[in-house]
C-alpha cells in the first residue's frame, strides 16, 4: 500500500493538542485502509512530520484538515529504510 510524508505546521501546537489528535486508535486508524504509521512532533516551530498509509493522498490530506495542521507539500514515499532493511513501497 502507498505511503505518504507530510510535514505539517499548527502555531502553538502543545504536547496536550499533539497528544489529543492521537490518544486514540480511532484517530490514527481513521479507516479499514489508511493509518497514521507514524508522528513525530516539533514543539518550538509548532510542526509535526506525520508518515501515512493509504489507499489515496486525498484520504491522508483530509485527515490532516481535520486536524487542523496546515500540510503546503505531502510526498508519496518510494523506499523506506528500517534496522538495515530497505523497503519498496507498492502502489
Not at 516551530?45 to 500540510?71: H, M, Y
Amino acid at each position: 500500500m502507498p505511503r505518504f510524508l507530510a510535514i505539517a505546521e499548527k502555531p502553538g501546537l502543545t504536547e496536550d493538542a499533539f497528544r489529543a489528535a492521537l490518544d486514540r486508535t480511532g484517530k490514527w486508524r481513521f479507516s479499514k485502509r489508511a493509518w497514521i504509521v507514524k508522528a513525530y512532533c516539533l514543539l518550538d516551530p509548532g510542526k509535526v512530520v506525520i508518515e501515512c498509509e493509504a489507499q489515496d493522498v486525498r484520504q491522508f490530506s483530509e485527515w490532516l484538515d481535520g486536524n487542523g495542521w496546515s500540510t503546503p507539500d505531502i510526498r508519496r514515499v518510494d523506499f523506506v529504510q528500517e534496522a538495515g532493511e530497505v523497503w519498496p513501497m507498492r502502489s
